[in-house]
């Protein structure tokens, strides 16, 4: 059975289909840098050999198709004038993959892009025809199979990135990060405690449009007894990640997520480079892949393998192994 749910007979095999996973590749052709804390040197070139391994392993291994979460590219191509021709390079490595690869926008994406060009880029995936996207957003889903829905957040509808300063959106994370972060420099979370410290310009939130959708999404998902992984560059779950790295409006979000646990198998994220994860009291995985810029290995991505009652999520190099079992069978 492939992802279309096709029926065919391969002997031997359970797999029904296979998802690569990459996060955080953060490719500039610069030298290596710190991060902004100077806690954590990054790779910037050595990112794109990376993606380049992971698509030639990809390619061998025939994985359906590939979820990439996020900051594709650097913030410092801005500086340096390299915003389109630094993503043209990642999109030649990504063209020898044989497959479609879904994207979701993180915070380097904003610093390079405004949302609107991002809207007009390769890097929006809810154009393609697979995907259903509400008219005018940029969040967007699709079925990997008949009982498997994939759901893309843009984890930055609400932002202080990438939007106009006198749009409704921009003045609601602004209102959301001063009114908890004195800071002057925003990015900064110094003095913030607990999960306060996600109230940094970095971060992002989801609508009430978009909780909406989600929510709909959900609940027709349980109703139809459809298995669902939810995608989006920020985690929402504490356990899962740094505080710091949190999605704005993380409460909102988890609300609705455990709300409809019965059909959500896992959220995946990006954004915190060391990783994590951990499980909700609703039996939810959440997987928060470590930054590819700043891997010492020399593998850094995830392969997921969809069988009939599981999802097994083999990590390489620097991404660690998860495995869970999917909500309902898909056969």
Not at 58 to 82: H, M, P, Y
Not at 189 to 198: E, I, K, S, V
Request: aromatic residues 10%; charged residues 25%; contains cysteine.
């Amino acid at each position: 059975m492939d992802c279309n749910g096709n029926t065919e007979s391969i002997p031997g095999k359970e797999v029904v289909c296979k998802i690569g996973i990459i996060a955080d590749v953060q490719y500039a052709d610069i030298d290596d840098k710190y991060n902004f804390r100077k806690t954590r040197l990054r790779f910037y070139r050595k990112a794109l050999t990376l993606l380049q391994r992971a698509v030639t392993d990809w390619s061998a291994e025939k994985v359906d198709c590939v979820l990439q979460l996020g900051d594709v590219i650097d913030g410092f191509n801005k500086d340096e004038n390299t915003s389109k021709s630094a993503l043209a390079t990642i999109f030649e490595v990504l063209r020898g993959f044989p497959g479609p690869v879904y994207h979701t926008w993180g915070n380097h994406e904003l610093y390079n892009f405004t949302q609107e060009e991002l809207k007009r880029s390769a890097l929006f995936s809810g154009i393609m025809p697979e995907c259903e996207c509400p008219k005018g957003k940029s969040y967007y889903s699709f079925h990997l199979h008949r009982k498997l829905k994939v759901v893309v957040l843009n984890c930055y509808e609400i932002s202080m990135l990438g939007l106009p300063e006198d749009s409704a959106e921009y003045k609601q994370a602004e209102a959301m990060i001063k009114g908890n972060n004195s800071n002057e420099n925003l990015n900064s979370p110094d003095g913030l405690r607990g999960t306060c410290r996600r109230f940094v310009k970095l971060n992002g939130a989801l609508s009430a449009s978009q909780l909406k959708w989600l929510t709909e999404h959900l609940r027709e998902a349980e109703s139809a007894k459809e298995n669902v992984i939810i995608v989006g560059h920020c985690p929402i779950y504490k356990q899962s990640a740094n505080s710091m790295d949190l999605l704005l409006n993380c409460t909102d979000a988890m609300t609705v997520v455990t709300e409809f646990g019965e059909c959500v198998v896992c959220y995946l994220a990006g954004h915190d480079h060391e990783g994590g994860s951990s499980v909700d009291s609703s039996g939810i995985l959440h997987v928060t892949f470590p930054g590819t810029v700043e891997s010492m290995e020399t593998d850094s991505y995830a392969t997921a393998h969809l069988y009939n009652d599981k999802l097994i999520i083999l990590g390489k190099g620097s991404y660690s192994t998860y495995k869970t079992a999917l909500r309902y069978p898909l056969d």
